[in-house]
């Protein structure tokens, strides 16, 4: 089949990738978000799939909204028979949903109906999932609620943050997304509604969600801290500047701290919650780079009662 890719961030390349070295199907083009500034200096910078694409010879549409009358045009003349999505990070109108002869297949991070929505390896996470997927279902005007073609599981293990997961199930579901394409043209896949139970949502996560509330429980703590990495980053306030968490686990032996009460040890260093202690590994304090939390706390010389979490950042944090 003549495929169009959709998609921008590097969690996108893999599927990509996976879809140029088919040798069934050709990618004619790929759409992406438009080059964004970055870095100190905030040049402009091509997505990772822009770049990719541009590496292997492959045209390049950057509309800076899929409304746009010329770029729907573009589509048109290309003719794709599919167009396989990952990330791409805009919706999508019906007039373009319509241009392809197969519509729009998108890969999604989660076992549908379960978290729909912009983070669902983030909420897996969060939410304490022992088991995730992927899913390729035909994108419609509902959020993720359209046809599934089909699904890989994986498991979530119990150190996983959102990027580990994330990354495994980039390369997991870019087998599935290949396999998709495969099966719609040979007409043996036949897309399947999604049940109507088991339905949740996954909104992205904000830097207020990832802030510790230090009265929940160690594993809920452990949760965050994990769930949130690496970005947005879990955080917390310490002398009035936020501190990020870096890494952070359950240490069921220590307990006797009240919540965000902090201690430190020559090699460790413990803060309580709503149960037993967790023990920071690394922390990154505001305008410096992460470090090995030991360290972070003979600098700063931790007195005793000091907590984190005792009062919000100013406007400028």
């Given at each position: 089949?003549?495929?169009?890719?959709?998609?921008?961030?590097?969690?996108?390349?893999?599927?990509?990738?996976?879809?140029?070295?088919?040798?069934?199907?050709?990618?004619?083009?790929?759409?992406?978000?438009?080059?964004?500034?970055?870095?100190?200096?905030?040049?402009?910078?091509?997505?990772?799939?822009?770049?990719?694409?541009?590496?292997?010879?492959?045209?390049?549409?950057?509309?800076?909204?899929?409304?746009?009358?010329?770029?729907?045009?573009?589509?048109?003349?290309?003719?794709?028979?599919?167009?396989?999505?990952?990330?791409?990070?805009?919706?999508?109108?019906?007039?373009?949903?319509?241009?392809?002869?197969h519509g729009w297949v998108n890969l999604h991070f989660s076992?549908?109906?379960?978290?729909?929505?912009?983070?669902?390896?983030?909420?897996?996470?969060?939410?304490?999932?022992?088991?995730?997927?992927?899913?390729?279902?035909?994108?419609?005007?509902?959020?993720?609620?359209?046809?599934?073609?089909?699904?890989?599981?994986?498991?979530?293990?119990?150190?996983?943050?959102?990027?580990?997961?994330?990354?495994?199930?980039?390369?997991?579901?870019?087998?599935?997304l290949a396999a998709t394409m495969d099966g719609i043209e040979?007409?043996?896949?036949?897309?399947?509604?999604?049940?109507?139970?088991?339905?949740?949502?996954?909104?992205?996560?904000?830097?207020?969600?990832?802030?510790?509330?230090?009265?929940?429980?160690?594993?809920?703590?452990?949760?965050?801290?994990?769930?949130?990495?690496?970005?947005?980053?879990?955080?917390?306030?310490?002398?009035?500047?936020?501190?990020?968490?870096?890494?952070?686990?359950?240490?069921?032996?220590?307990?006797?701290?009240?919540?965000?009460?902090?201690?430190?040890?020559?090699?460790?260093?413990?803060?309580?919650?709503?149960?037993?202690?967790?023990?920071?590994?690394?922390?990154?304090?505001?305008?410096?780079?992460?470090?090995?939390?030991?360290?972070?706390?003979?600098?700063?010389?931790?007195?005793?009662?000091?907590?984190?979490?005792?009062?919000a950042p100013g406007p400028d944090a």
């Open positions: 089949m003549k495929l169009v890719f959709a998609g921008t961030p590097e969690v996108a390349v893999p599927a990509l990738d996976a879809l140029i070295a088919a040798d069934r199907h050709e990618v004619a083009a790929v759409v992406t978000r438009p080059d964004a500034p970055a870095g100190r200096g905030r040049r402009l910078v091509a997505s990772p799939v822009a770049e990719r694409a541009a590496e292997a010879g492959i045209e390049v549409l950057r509309p800076h909204s899929p409304r746009d009358a010329a770029f729907q045009a573009r589509l048109r003349e290309i003719a794709p028979d599919c167009c396989p999505v990952v990330a791409y990070g805009a919706l999508l109108p019906v007039s373009v949903l319509d241009i392809p002869a076992l549908l109906p379960a978290w729909r929505g912009a983070a669902p390896v983030q909420h897996a996470v969060l939410a304490g999932d022992e088991v995730t997927g992927a899913s390729t279902f035909r994108i419609e005007e509902g959020l993720d609620t359209g046809p599934v073609f089909g699904v890989v599981t994986e498991e979530v293990r119990p150190t996983d943050t959102s990027g580990d997961l994330l990354t495994r199930l980039a390369f997991a579901g870019s087998g599935l040979d007409g043996t896949l036949q897309a399947v509604a999604q049940p109507a139970e088991g339905v949740s949502h996954a909104p992205k996560i904000t830097v207020e969600d990832a802030r510790v509330d230090w009265s929940a429980p160690a594993l809920r703590v452990d949760r965050v801290v994990r769930g949130c990495a690496p970005a947005p980053g879990a955080w917390t306030v310490f002398r009035g500047e936020r501190l990020k968490l870096v890494q952070a686990v359950p240490a069921p032996d220590v307990t006797g701290l009240a919540p965000g009460a902090l201690r430190a040890g020559k090699r460790a260093v413990h803060v309580g919650t709503g149960s037993h202690a967790v023990e920071l590994r690394w922390v990154q304090p505001q305008g410096r780079k992460p470090m090995q939390a030991a360290d972070w706390a003979r600098g700063v010389r931790i007195t005793d009662g000091e907590h984190l979490g005792a009062s």
